[in-house]
């Protein structure tokens, strides 16, 4: 068996072509996988103890097409996607002219590692008039769904957010830390975020305000991209949570998009984590089944109906990540409380309690 492979995984099984490098070397073996149309690195995954790369990674092996290797490639020349060079050398085997993909995109609005994805769901929701993070969008999406290509839409935010990284060293120690932070400003009255801070506190194995983006980009904090809660059900399963509370929370719709941002992220984090070195997120990043929620009590739900929505990202990330990220289950949800649940007016040390009983959204 070769040390190496290169080959084309084809769009008719699962969507978005994509370069494929498989390795063995030291007795584990990896898997690249690559943009075919722009070379951006989508995942890098490696195995110990799983055999060679034909048996690790089985059906990515099988449903690959050998091409010739680039001439001369490194490895070391790979942590951030494909070299101009070596990407032009596999596309003319293919067949790809190029990419598309960077004109069809809108031109992004603000900076940071999420620029332009705002745009592109408002594309695929089929918002030309009004954003999907007002109230307004919501209530549209509820009486009149769509039907969404959650997979596609995905794949181009993810696209996007590795173009937007500037491949600056990170600044941040504490991307996807696991740590429970209480302390809150004595003035602070927030719903969300005195419940945020009470379950880190209350509920044993819960933490929060995980940093998703900060440090990444040179001259870009990005401190407020940062998920709720964290929590692991199980070894290796973890759920992140974007938490909403009160009467001027925002919409479901706007939350939905939120969490899969920074589901997104912690996806861009896994497949670029040697280059990151994020000392604190090992725990975090070596999860094998991650599940993104929206969690709320019933009222912040009262006046939506997003069902549709819920299952269409739930099927979209679980192809997104059987494209991608060989290793990696992603599932996404709406939660609430039960109905008796009010914040204000429930006692700390019942929230342990309270959060076992958390319950599918019931539409409306």
Wanted: aromatic content about 10%.
């Amino acid at each position: 068996m070769k040390s190496k492979f290169w080959g084309i995984r084809d769009a008719g099984r699962v969507g978005a072509q994509q370069f494929v490098m498989l390795a063995n070397a030291n007795g584990s073996s990896s898997c690249r996988l690559f943009d075919s149309r722009s070379g951006a690195l989508f995942s890098y995954n490696t195995s110990k103890g799983s055999g060679t790369y034909d048996t690790a990674y089985r059906s990515i092996f099988q449903e690959s097409r050998e091409l010739v290797p680039p001439p001369g490639v490194k490895t070391s020349e790979l942590e951030a996607g494909l070299p101009p060079h070596h990407l032009a050398f596999l596309q003319q085997q293919v067949g790809i002219e190029g990419s598309s993909v960077v004109a069809r995109d809108p031109p992004p609005s603000g900076h940071g590692m999420l620029a332009g994805t705002q745009e592109l769901i408002n594309e695929a929701l089929q918002l030309d008039d009004v954003s999907f993070d007002t109230k307004t969008a919501a209530q549209r999406l509820s009486g009149s769904p769509i039907l969404l290509n959650s997979a596609s839409l995905l794949d181009r935010m993810y696209e996007r957010i590795v173009r937007n990284w500037d491949r600056s060293e990170c600044r941040s120690t504490e991307l996807w830390r696991s740590i429970a932070k209480t302390s809150i400003a004595a003035h602070n009255a927030s719903p969300e975020k005195t419940l945020e801070k009470a379950i880190a506190e209350w509920a044993q194995g819960w933490f929060n305000q995980i940093p998703a983006a900060s440090g990444l980009l040179a001259g870009v904090e990005e401190k407020h991209r940062n998920v709720d809660l964290g929590h692991f059900l199980a070894p290796g399963h973890l759920e992140l949570i974007e938490l909403k509370a009160g009467p001027h929370a925002d919409t479901p719709l706007k939350a939905a998009f939120e969490i899969v941002g920074y589901g997104l992220l912690y996806c861009f984090a896994r497949a670029h984590r040697s280059q990151l070195a994020l000392p604190r997120a090992h725990r975090v990043l070596d999860a094998g089944r991650v599940d993104l929620k929206v969690l709320a009590p019933v009222e912040v739900y009262a006046g939506y109906s997003l069902r549709w929505l819920g299952l269409s990202l739930d099927s979209g990330f679980q192809q997104f990540c059987r494209r991608w990220f060989a290793e990696l289950e992603m599932r996404f949800a709406f939660e609430s409380f039960q109905e008796d649940f009010r914040w204000p007016g429930t006692e700390h040390y019942k929230l342990p309690e309270i959060l076992e009983r958390r319950v599918p959204v019931a539409w409306k």
